[in-house]
């Protein structure tokens, strides 16, 4: 049976999508908002082969597949714990054909896969810059939030080692790191092309930010108009609740 697929711990959280489910383990890591409206934003043609950076347990491939025409994504992770799930989630949604995990660190990447061989790689990266505060290096979260064993400019590198000559990264993180970004896309030739800022209700400042960027592109950035999280009572507006269930 499938749910012999759960180990101690673990639980089955429904993905509304062609009834998809993902396996996660709270102790360890779930995925988030961010995750989500990430998957909404980026686009894959059929013919197209994705990477999906700093994948935790798989989510953003899994629904980008349900999403999308595209067939073929490769989620890389560090952690075996996240890999082990992602792979029984892809199990479970009969998704093997489609979806291929690998547990390595992405700084080794080119060590593993051809560079220029992805026409689209999506990140949702740790958010927390190096050395801002004292972490655990040990615990699974931390890991996924703080840049513990890889930064954004390593992200970026990988990425653009990875993407073929006008491959897309489409990236979510924190506006609060825009400078950062800005300066270490143009160091590894992503221009930026696409700028979204995410609110989380319409009064309220944008706290995150989702952005596609084009290998060796030509400067030229399109900010688009931004997308609230929350109507009154904290119900997602209809775009949002589109992104979950259409």
């Given at each position: 049976m499938k749910k012999d697929l759960l180990k101690n711990g673990e639980r089955l959280d429904d993905l509304h999508r062609n009834g998809y489910m993902l396996i996660q383990n709270p102790e360890k890591f779930c995925f988030g908002l961010d995750a989500v409206l990430?998957?909404?934003?980026?686009?894959?043609?059929?013919?197209?082969?994705?990477?999906?950076?700093?994948?935790?347990?798989?989510?953003?491939?899994?629904?980008?597949?349900?999403?999308?025409?595209?067939?073929q994504f490769v989620g890389v992770e560090i952690q075996p714990d996240n890999v082990d799930m992602a792979k029984r989630s892809?199990?479970?949604?009969?998704?093997?054909d489609k979806i291929y995990m690998e547990c390595c660190d992405l700084k080794e990447l080119d060590k593993i896969y051809n560079p220029h061989l992805f026409?689209?790689?999506t990140c949702n990266p740790p958010y927390i810059k190096a050395g801002s505060g004292a972490v655990n290096e040990a615990?699974?979260?931390?890991?996924?939030?703080?840049?513990?064993?890889?930064?954004?400019?390593?992200?970026?590198?990988?990425?653009a080692k990875m993407l073929k000559y006008g491959g897309r990264l489409y990236m979510v993180?924190?506006?609060?790191r825009l400078g950062d970004i800005f300066e270490l896309s143009k160091k590894h030739r992503l221009e930026p092309k696409v700028?979204?800022?995410?609110?989380?209700?319409?009064?309220k400042a944008p706290s995150m930010v989702l952005m596609e960027f084009a290998k060796d592109?030509?400067?030229?950035?399109?900010?688009?108009?931004?997308?609230?999280?929350?109507?009154?009572?904290?119900?997602?507006?209809?775009?949002?609740?589109?992104?979950f269930y259409n």
């Open positions: 990430l998957s909404g934003f980026a686009k894959a043609k059929p013919d197209e082969l994705v990477m999906d950076l700093c994948s935790g347990n798989g989510v953003v491939p899994i629904l980008m597949e349900g999403k999308t025409d595209c067939e892809i199990q479970y949604n009969n998704q093997e026409d689209v790689v615990d699974g979260k931390a890991v996924a939030r703080h840049e513990i064993l890889c930064t954004l400019d390593d992200v970026f590198a990988a990425a993180h924190r506006t609060n700028m979204r800022f995410v609110h989380a209700t319409i009064d592109g030509k400067p030229h950035l399109e900010v688009e108009k931004p997308m609230i999280i929350y109507a009154a009572g904290n119900v997602y507006t209809k775009e949002v609740n589109d992104i």
